[in-house]
């Protein structure tokens, strides 16, 4: 399985304290059958909805496809594996040739 | 349960009134506000009724009372609203009333008139003024002709002896009469030309505009106005130019030739205007004291008055009880509020000092009314039920679930953290800002209908804001708190520097954590390019899921309902298969994908590995089709199957599936069939045993038998058309569910074409007319934002998810053929009352 412990158990248990816990601590009155509805049924559906979110990516099928200029992007900002010294020194013949991926720079996304 | 889950149990009751209480224990009834009457004399005409001539009287006051309202806004005086709530004056009262507000109206109407009269003096005074000062210029003229030199000293010195009419230019001319007067400016044109043709050319007209404009007294609007003078020769002439003045309505006014004459005339004049002027704002003060004074009591009256009317109505609902001199009336009360109602009747016949009223409960095979209560929260909710159809009386009320599925399957549709930040941000303004809000009362029908669903939006706007973050979509970004679980580490320069597209690979561990991101999407999906591939898969998965599973919910709640109205045969010939069908083709089917997402993928053992993967959807149609066993081909490691004994168990839940259908088809027929024959043997055998007449057992079975038969086919069609719409609605309503899946995507894309073609501009432009550029852009990016993917997603989101409740949810439990409970309470009459008000 590709599940990992901590945030299934987090999860799970936050709404699991939403929806089987809190309906029992709703104050009398009027409203106390349709507050535990609320709170029971939001509960099952969010958890319900994040739980489908996190199987379908346990075991994916295939990965992202990424422009290789967002490979690098990415290198630098989220993985800390490239210095910009790293490409000005080793490879000075590298920055006449990127010229050729320029044009798909421009369309190149940027997540942060 | 709660009384929202059920409606609440109504009774229908008789109430006698004594003639003396009636009106007070209406009154108390109105306050109430939770009994509704039926109307006994449905036949009667509206003018034959026992208290028309009360109504009469109150519409003749509340005419009255408008008159008044009308002539307070014309003064701009504000009308106090203090919020009092004063209770219905008792028929002694009114006549007090009536003797006021034909008081007022009067002195109203007296004031008014006079200040028309003082008005229209007024103006002539006026318009004579201006001809006593215009005539100079004419004067002027004369004496000193345009192309002549001007003679500074001379023109000042002669004015005040020269005569109108000098000898000096004019002496030839003898008999030389002229007519002064004013006309409206917009006349004088066709005024110049009548004379003209009229006359033959013989008058001479001068005319100069009055600057300022007059008023006039009947319309109260301001108009301009001339002076002119038309001179001619003649009596002939003369009665001709009175008679075109009068057709044009031109006012004359007596103009004295000497300049004496008019200088004294012009003192004359001022004074008698400055008294007038006096006279006028003493006029105008009066009335204003009058308005002021009545504009506190207004709102009070009003209320009063439509009070009296609404329990006059009601009133002639009831019939007349002669021998007991009361009246008798029917209404239906819900059961819980039955002492309220009793206290509220005994307040009413303290009151007036009368005997007490009776109140006697009856028992009727009529369909009482549906009555939910609800608080303005769920208010809406059962409003968004109602308007499909009011349920059917005593069925379980699809409402209380709805404060959550709808707002839940809206978010699925809408998930973007920063619409739907907005739309919380909305609805929680408005839900902060109640009061004030609702006490401002608008006829813009657009904002009433989002000030009434607030709490919905709110409700939206949170849960749109959570499946946000599940789809990790920020305006179209993603945002990375916890850090992807795919990498590019694995890469080298040259890699990358040869490869335009590089496609990470879920087996190595360099690339793929093997743990998925904690909390929703990846944030690496939305900077890749296949990320419409991989969304698309989960999207229809989560589509399908959830469509299954909340019509599976509906399917259960339909026990309650078979349980409460005592139908077993429901539970086992209709509840049960259905069950069984839904759940042994489209549960197993949700089976199927959990298993694939946890059975298959990469870096394990080839057999399951990615390309091994069978697709869930062919998997379902080969089951449907029952296509024969596939076996597996030589040296191919990939089975067709997902687990050992796969194609048994689909058999298996396929036949069994299949035979539900007759199942819900014959069961319930073939069963009240039985029931009906055995009825007939038991009333025919005690027909035999008890005293009939001899053809009548025949008779009766014959008319049972032929009953019988009606019913049966009545049964069996109604049986077919349950069954098809069940069976072939699983499967449809279940594709139907993917408009989830849809409206996501076009949401999705949508923000990002916004982001990419917009914003994006803005935040590339550089250097130092960036910073302007990026204001721009930015006001143009919010807007589109605001207007497409706000409202008009959001609206077009709120429809589908309605459009799910309603029929996908709802046909699989719901009756909905129930008529709803409208009490008699002032609240309602007056808030309408009120409203009819604001559109004129």
Same mark, same amino acid.
């Given at each position: ?65 990424l422009h290789n200029t967002t490979v690098l992007a990415i290198q630098y900002?989220?993985d800390?594996?490239l ?30 | ?96 009333? =009536? ?12 004031? #008014?008139? @006079?200040? =028309?009269? $003082? ?21 002027? /003229? ?17 004015? /005040? ?6 000898? %000096? ?10 007519? &002064? ?76 030739? &000497? ?10 004049? !001022? ?5 007038? @002027? ?30 009296? !009317? ?5 009133? #002639? ?33 303290? !009151?007036?000092? %009368? ?43 699809? &409402? ?87 990498h590019g580490n694995a890469y080298?320069?040259?890699t990358i520097?040869?490869n335009?597209e590089l496609?990470l ?55 309650? #309902? ?113 029931? #009906? ?7 025919? +055998? ?7 007449? =001899?053809?009548?057992?025949? +008779?009766?079975?014959? +008319? ?35 408009? $989830? ?5 076009? *949401? ?5 074409? $916004? ?9 590339? &432009? ?15 990016? +919010? %807007? ?15 429809? *589908? ?40």
């Open positions: 399985m590709g599940a990992d412990a901590i945030p299934v158990g987090v999860v799970t248990g936050f709404w699991a304290v939403v929806g089987i816990v809190f309906p029992f601590i709703v104050p009398k009155g009027p409203n106390r059958g349709v507050t535990q509805v609320v709170l029971a049924l939001t509960a099952s559906t969010c958890w319900l909805f994040w739980l489908l979110c996190y199987m379908h990516q346990m075991n994916p099928l295939f990965g992202p496809q900002l989220w800390g594996s210095t910009l010294d790293n490409l000005t020194t080793e490879n000075p013949s590298s920055v006449s040739s990127t010229s050729a991926t320029d044009d798909s720079f421009s369309t190149t996304e940027t997540a942060f | 349960m709660g009384s929202l889950f059920r409606s609440e149990e109504m009774a229908l009751c008789q109430l006698f009134l004594q003639s003396e209480s009636a009106y007070t224990c209406v009154s108390e009834l109105g306050e109430l506000g939770l009994v509704q009457f039926r109307d006994l004399n449905p036949d009667v005409n509206a003018f034959q009724r026992k208290f028309v001539n009360e109504v009469r009287r109150c519409d003749e006051m509340e005419r009255k009372l408008r008159y008044l309202e009308r002539e307070i806004r014309k003064d701009g005086i504000p009308v106090l609203d203090t919020g009092e709530n004063p209770e219905a004056p008792i028929p002694k009262e009114m006549i007090d009333l =009536e003797v006021k507000f034909e008081k007022l109206e009067n002195e109203l109407k007296e004031v #008014n008139s @006079n200040a =028309e009269a $003082l008005k229209r003096n007024y103006l002539e005074l006026t318009e004579l003024k201006h001809i006593l000062k215009k005539t100079q210029v004419f004067f002027d /003229e004369a004496m000193y002709p345009p192309n002549l030199p001007y003679d500074q000293d001379v023109y000042f010195d002669d004015d /005040e002896r020269v005569n109108l009419l000098t000898d %000096s230019s004019l002496h030839h001319l003898k008999h030389i009469g002229f007519v &002064a007067g004013v006309i409206l400016r917009e006349r004088i044109p066709a005024f110049e030309r009548m004379l003209w043709r009229a006359c033959r050319g013989n008058v001479f007209l001068r005319q100069a505009e009055i600057e300022d404009p007059l008023e006039d007294p009947t319309t109260g609007e301001q108009v301009y106005k001339s002076v002119f003078i038309i001179f001619f020769q003649g009596d002939h002439l003369k009665m001709r130019v009175k008679k075109i003045c009068e057709g044009f309505r031109a006012t004359m006014y007596p103009c004295p030739e &000497a300049p004496a004459d008019r200088r004294e005339m012009a003192m004359g004049v !001022k004074t008698r205007l400055d008294d007038l @002027n006096t006279v006028l704002s003493q006029t105008q003060d009066h009335r204003h004291r009058v308005l002021v004074s009545a504009a506190r009591n207004i709102r009070a009256w009003m209320m009063k008055v439509w009070k009296i !009317k609404s329990i006059y109505h009601t009133l #002639n609902m009831f019939n007349l009880d002669v021998i007991q001199n009361g009246l008798i009336a029917e209404c239906w009360i819900p059961v819980a509020n039955l002492e309220d109602v009793q206290l509220a009747l005994r307040r009413g016949t303290e !009151k007036s000092g %009368s005997l007490p009223a009776i109140l006697n409960r009856m028992n009727t095979p009529e369909a009482p009314p549906t009555f939910h209560r609800t608080n303005k929260f769920t208010k809406a909710f059962q409003t968004l039920i109602d308007s499909y159809g009011v349920a059917t009386y005593r069925e379980i009320n699809p &409402a209380p679930y709805t404060i959550i599925t709808f707002p839940f399957l809206f978010a699925i549709m809408f998930g973007d953290l920063g619409h739907g930040m907005i739309m919380a941000l909305f609805g929680a303004w408005m839900v902060w800002r109640e009061k004030p809000l609702s006490a401002k009362k608008t006829d813009n029908e657009i904002w009433n209908i989002f000030f009434g669903g607030r709490y919905i939006i709110f409700l939206m706007g949170l849960f749109s804001m959570y499946t946000g973050l599940v789809y990790n979509d920020v305006f179209s970004k993603s945002i990375n708190i916890f850090g992807s679980s795919w080298n320069d040259s520097l040869e335009k496609t690979d879920p087996g190595d561990t360099k690339q793929y954590d093997q743990y998925p991101y904690p909390f929703g999407l990846d944030p690496m999906w939305q900077i890749s390019n296949n990320k419409i591939n991989f969304f698309n898969s989960y999207k229809m998965k989560i589509s399908i899921i959830f469509g299954i599973v909340h019509m599976l919910f509906g399917v259960i709640l339909s026990v309650w #309902n078979h349980r409460f109205f005592n139908r077993p045969l429901n539970i086992y010939c209709e509840f049960i298969p259905q069950l069984i069908f839904l759940t042994f083709l489209f549960v197993y089917l949700i089976l199927l994908v959990f298993h694939k997402w946890v059975w298959y993928g990469a870096g394990g053992d080839s057999s399951v590995s990615p390309n091994c993967a069978p697709s869930i959807l062919i998997t379902f149609i080969n089951m449907v089709l029952v296509k024969p066993y596939q076996e597996k081909s030589e040296g191919d490691k990939c089975s067709p199957y997902m687990f050992a004994g796969q194609f048994g168990i689909q058999r298996f839940l396929l036949i069994v599936a299949l035979f539900c259908v007759p199942w819900m088809l014959c069961a319930k027929p073939f069963f009240l069939h039985r029931a #009906n024959k055995r009825r007939q043997l038991v009333m025919q +055998a005690n027909g035999g045993e008890g005293v009939i007449e =001899e053809g009548g057992a025949e +008779a009766a079975a014959a +008319a049972v038998g032929t009953e019988e038969q009606h019913d049966m086919s009545e049964v069996m069609i109604h049986q077919g058309i349950h069954t098809i719409e069940y069976v072939l609605g699983s499967v449809s309503h279940t594709a139907s569910y993917l408009r $989830l899946w849809a409206l996501s995507l076009a *949401h999705a894309q949508l923000s990002e074409v $916004l982001w990419g073609m917009v914003l994006r501009i803005g935040l590339i &432009a550089g250097g130092k007319g960036g910073g302007i550029v990026m204001y721009l852009i930015f006001a143009i990016w +919010a %807007s589109l934002t605001v207007a497409i993917l706000v409202l008009m997603e959001g609206l077009s989101a709120f429809l *589908h998810t309605l459009r799910l409740h309603w029929v996908e949810f709802q046909s699989k439990f719901y009756g909905g053929t129930g008529y709803a409970f409208v009490p008699f309470a002032f609240e309602t009459i007056l808030d309408q009352a009120e409203n009819t008000v604001v559109e004129q």
